[in-house]
């Protein structure tokens, strides 16, 4: 607060100044943790590269042995793909910083991301390059040579630097009421982490191509549990940085946080090539994106703050709006306006004088719910987004793991026949 880094609690009788930028402090612990932690990755392939026999951990065949020392067997690549997302985030916490401390316009700071991941694309060239996508059953017919995979090439590397950019932003722009940012990432985090543990569970395998067992680890083993080795950290300091940011708040989280958050969540779905299922987990985000448009792209006017206005009489929070006193919408926009509220997409207020469009709810899915739900305490408000957060992910998983079944013919799981390639 000393620094300046401070801002009012907006949603509260009487505002209080708090600390801002807390994210950077849980940014750096995460930061650090994750460097701390590279001995006890890679502990197993250390010892198998240096110390020869003698642990008990890695069973060295003879030929191994004759060898002499093995550091050609050490996984370079996976040491790759851990250093460039911490690369990655590096960069974030720095962007983070800057614009929390320097308030960036964000025609400076919209592609920052995508350079930032830069480090992860090349090792997912050099190490994965796969840039497929599987074609749902029912287009296959239309497909030349009925193929079953699309080859995206470059394009696949745009929509992966597009991801780091929305993943980070989208968890920005759902913001304005105490715990929300850092509620949502948790949610997010905790399905990822469930849906990677699912990768974990061996399934049946032929003994004989498989040394005598029964059962065989999924191919994809490594990669979920590099994603594991990245979220359970991320997930402490961010249940810590909860504690201190739920209602009523005693700091906010800064847009490092929201930033960090975005971009870890990029990498890992970029590093385990689970970035579509990212985006299932990413429903209310990706609402909330859409649904802002027309004020992020400054169709109609966009204030600085958008968050629930804070009614003093009842205590509770309410949409709040675009006021159009002084400039009426245009015949286009009130048409679209009254269209949105017969869809109760909006909340309107006529003037009763003019008979015109004096006030529209900004468009938000926080003022959204509230439009929908009435007034409600932000404490409330809070827990019933991140239940539909948590719904809307799991409603995801779900489709993922049952549905692409039907629609693809097979998971990658495993569970329904052969792996799939992809
Ligand atoms: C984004 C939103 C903005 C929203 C803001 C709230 C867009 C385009 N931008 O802007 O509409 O108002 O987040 O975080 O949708 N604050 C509270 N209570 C909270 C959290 C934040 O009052 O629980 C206020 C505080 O004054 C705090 C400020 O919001 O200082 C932080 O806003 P900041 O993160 O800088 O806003 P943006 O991310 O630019
Ligand atoms: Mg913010």
Redesign the pocket.
């Known amino acids: 607060m000393k620094a300046g880094l401070?801002?009012?609690?907006?949603?509260?009788a009487i505002?209080k100044e708090?600390p801002?930028c807390m994210g950077a402090v849980a940014s750096a612990v995460y930061l650090l943790i994750l460097i701390a932690f590279i001995p006890f990755v890679f502990y197993k392939d250390i010892v198998a590269a240096t110390s020869g026999g003698g642990n008990r951990d890695v069973v060295l065949t003879v030929t191994q042995i004759e060898t002499g020392r093995f550091l050609q067997r050490f996984p370079h690549s996976k040491l790759g793909s851990y250093q460039s997302v911490l690369n990655t985030l590096q960069a974030t916490t720095i962007l983070g910083l800057a614009?929390?401390i320097l308030?960036l316009r964000?025609r400076h700071k919209f592609f920052i991301p995508a350079i930032a991941c830069i480090p992860l694309l090349i090792v997912y060239y050099v190490d994965f390059g796969v840039t497929s996508v599987v074609v749902p059953n029912f287009l296959v017919p239309y497909m030349p040579n009925g193929a079953r995979l699309i080859h995206l090439g470059p394009l696949y590397y745009a929509f992966m630097a597009a991801i780091s950019i929305f993943a980070p932003n989208s968890i920005?722009?759902?913001?304005?009421?105490?715990?929300?940012?850092v509620g949502q990432s948790l949610v997010i985090a905790g399905l990822l982490v469930l849906n990677s543990s699912l990768y974990l569970v061996p399934f049946p395998g032929n003994p004989i191509l498989n040394n005598g067992y029964a059962t065989r680890p999924h191919p994809a083993t490594e990669s979920h549990l590099m994603t594991l080795y990245l979220l359970l950290p991320f997930m402490g300091v961010s249940t810590a940085l909860y504690i201190h940011?739920r209602?009523p708040?005693r700091v906010?989280?800064?847009?490092t946080y929201?930033y960090v958050a975005g971009m870890t969540f990029a990498c890992v779905a970029i590093m385990a090539h689970f970035s579509k299922t990212l985006l299932l987990l990413f429903i209310p985000q990706i609402f909330?994106f859409v649904y802002?448009v027309p004020?992020?792209f400054k169709i109609i006017p966009?204030?600085?703050?958008?968050?629930p206005r804070f009614n003093a009489r009842t205590g509770l929070r309410e949409p709040s709006v675009t006021k159009w006193e002084d400039r009426p919408p245009s015949k286009t926009l009130t048409a679209a306006f009254f269209l949105l509220e017969r869809m109760r997409l909006i909340q309107l207020t006529i003037d009763p004088a003019t008979n015109r469009i004096s006030e529209t709810s900004?468009l938000?899915l926080i003022n959204l719910w509230l439009v929908w739900r009435g007034p409600l305490r932000?404490d409330r408000l809070n827990n019933e987004l991140l239940v539909l957060q948590i719904a809307c992910g799991i409603l995801g998983l779900f489709i993922r793991h049952t549905m692409a079944v039907l629609i693809f013919s097979m998971d990658n799981r495993g569970k329904y026949g052969e792996r799939f390639p992809v």
Do not use: M
Request: with cysteine; hydrophobic share 30%; net charge negative.
């Open positions: 401070k801002g009012k609690d907006l949603g509260k505002p708090l801002e614009d929390d308030d964000w920005n722009i759902l913001a304005g009421i105490n715990g929300l940012e940011n209602y708040a906010f989280v800064g847009d929201c909330n802002s004020q992020l966009c204030p600085r703050h958008r968050l900004n938000t932000e």
